[in-house]
């Protein structure tokens, strides 16, 4: 557990300086590095990644981290997640099953919940188009027309998102689409289920470990 904890102590270190100085590690030599440790590099997802974000999230709430050291961060975190999206699809090329869809309400910047969800479902083989910023109703309706998934995951960063749901609904009943569509993301917690538009439901991998095989 030790050089697993160093790992953790050195990366938590470098993300976070007040300062520019010093490189950050690109995502590929944070693979070699987990690997050395006999991490394999999907599970620096949850292994390392999950537990470095809730970190980060918690000096933010206290005011200790700047805003440099937060643009930090995310640089960090965007370059693991890209290194780990080309060894996946290097190592796993081929899909099966309808196509997915995961993205953003507008208003929401935040893509790091769904690229996660997106490495971990093409672990299981699955086909997902993960959109990375937030694109207008009609632009992802004419995609779910064109590709037609079984499933559209929408994070929203907050409740008053939920009116792109129910944009979204009423588009795919009117263009006769069927797909299921699920909502998540910090918004979605304070939001009732009994609230949410007709025909979309919460994410919760937690609560529901089988929707996947739902769908």
């Not at 188009?129 to 207008?136: D, L």
């Amino acid at each position: 557990m030790r050089p697993l904890y160093a790992f953790h102590r050195d990366l938590l270190a470098a993300a976070t300086k007040l300062s520019d100085e010093g490189d950050l590690p690109s995502g590929a030599a944070l693979i070699a590095r987990g690997a050395a440790l006999g991490i394999a590099p999907l599970d620096l997802s949850m292994g390392l990644l999950q537990p470095l974000l809730y970190e980060v999230g918690r000096l933010w709430e206290t005011g200790a981290l700047s805003h440099r050291a937060e643009a930090r961060f995310t640089s960090l975190v965007d370059d693991l997640l890209e290194a780990l999206l080309l060894e996946q699809q290097q190592r796993r090329p081929n899909t099966h099953g309808m196509p997915i869809i995961l993205t953003v309400a507008i208003g929401n910047r935040h893509t790091i919940g769904i690229r996660m969800l997106g490495l971990s479902l093409r672990e299981a083989g699955r086909d997902v188009r993960v959109i990375h910023e937030p694109v207008a109703i009609g632009s992802l309706l004419d995609l779910a027309e064109l590709v037609r998934p079984a499933l559209v995951g929408v994070s929203i960063s907050e409740p008053a998102q939920i009116s792109y749901l129910r944009e979204l609904r009423d588009g795919l009943d009117a263009r006769r689409l069927v797909v299921r569509t699920l909502v998540g993301g910090f918004g979605a917690r304070e939001i009732d289920a009994n609230a949410l538009p007709t025909g979309v439901e919460p994410f919760s991998p937690s609560e529901s470990p089988d929707w996947l095989q739902d769908t």
